[in-house]
DNA sequence: ACCTGAACACCGTTCAAGT
DNA sequence: ACCTGAACACCGTTCAAGT
C-alpha cells in the first residue's frame, strides 16, 4: 500500500504529454484550430502553461503531436485483417484518412501545411507507407512506385481537406444542405461566359455524395495506373 | 490644374484596396502567413491600423484577397491562346498553379482551408472553370465531367501544396538538396518491418524532379480518364 | 469619405520560485 | 523532476476624434 508498491496504477490527475494531447484533440475537434489555445487548455488541465511546457515544447510542436496521434489511429483501423484486393486496401486507406478529417477537419490544414515539416517525426511517411504497401502488391514497377504512392496520397490529401471545408463550412451551425444549396446557387449565377463550366455542373455539385464522389476519384487514378502499368500476369 | 480638373492622375500616395492586397502578398511572400501582421502592414503602407481597416473588413478578408488576386493571375497566363489539346490544357492549367504555390508558399495552407469558405468571392470555380473545359473537350460525359475535374483540382491541391513544404521546409535559409537528402536518409533509418516501402523509394523520393513527378501524377490522372471513359471518335 | 492613433482583450512564451 | 503563476512582447480589432 506504500506509494511505492502500487507503482502500476494510474495517477489519474498527472499531467502528462499524452493527456496533453489527448486535451488539445478535444479542443481542436470543439472549436478549430482557434479553438486550442494555452489559456483554455491551462484551464481544462487545471495548471498553468509552464506546466504545458515541461511537457511539449511550443504549440507547433502540440499541434504537429495532435496530428501524429489522429493519423496514427485512422491507419491503424484498416490493417488489422489483410484486405481481399489492392485496390480494397487503398480505398481503406483512402477512407480512413477521409474519415479521420471529416472528423477532425483541422486535421485538413494541419497535413496540407505542416506535413514533412521536418524530415524525421513526420506523418508522411506514415501515410506513404499504407498506401505504398498496396500499390507495391498492385504489381507496379518498383521505379513507378513513388510516383503512383505519391500521386494516391496527393489526391487523398486534397480531396480530404476541400470536403472538410464543405463539411463545416462556416461554422458548425450552418447546415451542410444549406450550404450546398447555397454554392450551387451561386454557381449558377456566375457570368455565363467566364463560367460556362461551372454553371453546368453546379447541379451535380449539389447533389453529389461526398464519399462517393472521392471513391470515384480513387477510382480514376487506380484506372491510371493499371493502364499505364498493366499488370504482369 | 485645380485638384478637380486631375482627377484622372493616379495619387500614387494614397492608400487603396489594391495597394493594402499587394502589400499583404509582398509580407506573405517574404515571411509567409506569420509574416502578415497589422503592425508591419501599416509600418510599410505609413498608415495606422484604422485607415486599412476601412478598406478590408478583417484579417481573413485580406488573405482571402490576397489568394485571390495570386490564382487569378497564375490562371491568366495560360489560356491567352487555346491549348494545342485537351491534355496540354490541363496541364498547363496545373503547372500554372503549381508554379503560384512554388513562389507563394503560403498559397498551399490557404487554398486547402480556404477553399470555398465562403460560396462566393471563392476561388474554386475559377479553378474548377479552367480545368472543368480541358474536361468537357476531352470528351468526358456530361454526367462525369464533375467528377473528373474535381480529382484533377483534388491532385494539384494535394501535390502543389505538399511541394510547397518541401521547397521552404525549416526556413528560406535551407538548401532544398540538404532538406531532401537529410529526410532521405530519414527514411532509410526507419524500422524496417514497420517501414519497408519508405525505405525502399528514399532514393527515389531524393532524387525526384518535383515538376517531372507532378506532371506524372497529372499523366496517371489522364490515363485514368480517357480509359473509363474513352474518347467516342 | 477617409485616415489617425490610443486603447482593449487576447495570444504564445518565459522564468524565477516553489515542492 | 515537475509544477505555479506573474510577467513580457505581440497580436487583431475597435473607436472617438480629426480632416
Keep these: 500500500m506504500s506509494p511505492r508498491a502500487r507503482k502500476s496504477e494510474r495517477r489519474t490527475d498527472a499531467l502528462s504529454r499524452e493527456r496533453i494531447i489527448d486535451a488539445a484533440v478535444e479542443l481542436l475537434d470543439a472549436a478549430g484550430e482557434g479553438g486550442l489555445t494555452f489559456r ?29 496521434a489522429v493519423v496514427a489511429s485512422a491507419l491503424a483501423i484498416g490493417p488489422v485483417e489483410p484486405p481481399a484486393s489492392p485496390q480494397d486496401g487503398i480505398r481503406a486507406v483512402a477512407l480512413g484518412l477521409f474519415d479521420a478529417i471529416d472528423e477532425h477537419p483541422w486535421l485538413a490544414a494541419q497535413l496540407a501545411t505542416q506535413l514533412s515539416r521536418s524530415p524525421s517525426r513526420s506523418v508522411t511517411p506514415r501515410i506513404l507507407e499504407s498506401i505504398g504497401r498496396q500499390v507495391s502488391a498492385l504489381g507496379v514497377p518498383v521505379s513507378s512506385q513513388f510516383t503512383a504512392a505519391s500521386a494516391l496520397m496527393h489526391y487523398i490529401l486534397g480531396a480530404a481537406g476541400q470536403n472538410a471545408v464543405n463539411g463545416r463550412a462556416a461554422g458548425p451551425d450552418v447546415d451542410r444542405g444549406e450550404f450546398l444549396d447555397a454554392a450551387s446557387k451561386a454557381w449558377k449565377e456566375l457570368d455565363p461566359d467566364d463560367y ?34 498493366p499488370p504482369t500476369a
Design 40 to 68: 483554455v487548455l491551462t484551464e481544462r488541465l487545471a495548471t498553468g502553461p509552464g506546466a504545458i511546457y515541461w511537457h511539449v515544447a511550443n504549440k507547433g510542436e502540440l499541434l504537429d503531436a495532435a496530428t501524429e
Design 196 to 229: 460556362p463550366f461551372t454553371r453546368a455542373v453546379a447541379d451535380q455539385m449539389r447533389a453529389h455524395d461526398d464519399r462517393a464522389e472521392f471513391l470515384a476519384g480513387i477510382a480514376l487514378i487506380l484506372a491510371g495506373i493499371t493502364t499505364v502499368h
